[in-house]
């Protein structure tokens, strides 16, 4: 991880894990933004190109609906499918996170993305420009609402995604007993990517309280210490 930087910012995980989150300044969010607004653009003009062969009422009101949801739920949807990433974040290498470093969730993303309206008053953006560029972590109306912030992606995470994929390659896959949630299965990533700073005994004694459920009675799995079950699960889940 590269040197701490006076705006990045120290969270705090549920273990009592120290890490640095590194925040997208305004240039940057900038380009992001504006490659965004591209896309959301294109995107209208081929709607209104469509339905403007519908000679009728109908066509229109469509056209004005689907305009509004576009322009309303674009970044929710990205933000919430792909980890906290709309195509122009992806492109310029950030995220949205939530401010203790956890990713978004469905009420941050769409609280944060609702007050846009008031960063781009006008579409003067003025409020937005005073708020990134004086704030601590850069964040506009949006952020402090939804308790979100915007960063690098290869500072939002522990581990890199191409190290921890090298990481979990000594564990072998294994898949819980039980049913397992999609928050469950976001958290044992978190676990593996959690792991190098955790430390052996403090990591089984993380894994221990949520074994018995993974298990779920399977004896044959026994013999695997709860890291190292966690593990295998997050190998499994992350294709490998």
Same mark, same amino acid.
């Given at each position: 991880?590269?040197?701490?930087?006076?705006?990045?910012?120290k969270a705090l995980t549920p273990e009592g894990i120290e890490f640095v989150l590194s925040p997208a300044g305004l240039p940057v969010r900038t380009i992001a933004y504006a490659i965004d607004k591209? %896309? =959301?653009?294109? %995107?209208?003009?081929?709607?209104?190109?469509?339905?403007?062969?519908?000679?009728?009422?109908?066509?229109?009101? *469509?056209?004005?609906?689907?305009?509004?949801?576009?322009?309303?739920?674009?970044?929710?949807?990205?933000? +919430?499918?792909?980890?906290? =990433?709309?195509?122009?974040?992806?492109?310029?290498?950030?995220?949205?996170?939530?401010?203790?470093?956890?990713?978004?969730?469905?009420?941050?993303? &769409?609280?944060?993305?609702?007050?846009?309206?008031?960063?781009? &008053?006008?579409?003067?953006?003025? *409020?937005?420009?005073?708020? %990134?560029? /004086?704030?601590?972590? &850069?964040?506009?109306?949006?952020?402090?609402?939804?308790?979100?912030?915007?960063?690098?992606? /290869?500072i939002a995470k522990n581990t890199p995604r191409n190290s921890l994929n090298r990481f979990l390659e000594k564990y072998e896959p294994c898949a819980a007993s039980g049913s397992i949630s999609q928050?469950?299965?976001?958290?044992?990533?978190? &676990? $593996?990517?959690?792991?190098?700073?955790?430390?052996? $005994?403090?990591?089984?004694?993380?894994?221990?309280?949520?074994?018995?459920?993974?298990?779920?009675?399977?004896?044959? +799995?026994?013999?695997? /210490?709860?890291?190292?079950?966690?593990?295998? *699960?997050?190998?499994?889940? /992350?294709?490998?």
């Amino acid at each position: 991880m590269p040197a701490c930087r006076i705006s990045d910012i120290k969270a705090l995980t549920p273990e009592g894990i120290e890490f640095v989150l590194s925040p997208a300044g305004l240039p940057v969010r900038t380009i992001a933004y504006a490659i965004d607004k591209i %896309i =959301q653009y294109s %995107i209208l003009l081929a709607i209104y190109i469509l339905f403007s062969f519908f000679r009728f009422a109908l066509g229109i009101w *469509i056209f004005f609906i689907l305009s509004f949801c576009v322009d309303w739920f674009y970044h929710v949807i990205f933000e +919430l499918a792909f980890k906290g =990433q709309s195509p122009g974040k992806r492109f310029m290498g950030i995220r949205t996170i939530r401010s203790d470093g956890a990713p978004v969730d469905p009420a941050s993303s &769409f609280l944060r993305n609702l007050l846009r309206f008031a960063d781009t &008053f006008f579409f003067l953006f003025h *409020i937005a420009f005073i708020s %990134i560029a /004086s704030s601590r972590g &850069f964040r506009r109306i949006g952020d402090w609402a939804g308790g979100t912030l915007v960063v690098y992606s /290869s500072i939002a995470k522990n581990t890199p995604r191409n190290s921890l994929n090298r990481f979990l390659e000594k564990y072998e896959p294994c898949a819980a007993s039980g049913s397992i949630s999609q928050d469950e299965k976001l958290a044992i990533l978190d &676990f $593996a990517r959690r792991y190098p700073l955790l430390g052996e $005994a403090r990591a089984n004694e993380i894994a221990a309280i949520y074994i018995p459920h993974l298990k779920n009675g399977n004896t044959s +799995l026994n013999n695997l /210490s709860g890291a190292a079950y966690l593990l295998g *699960i997050a190998r499994k889940l /992350s294709g490998g």
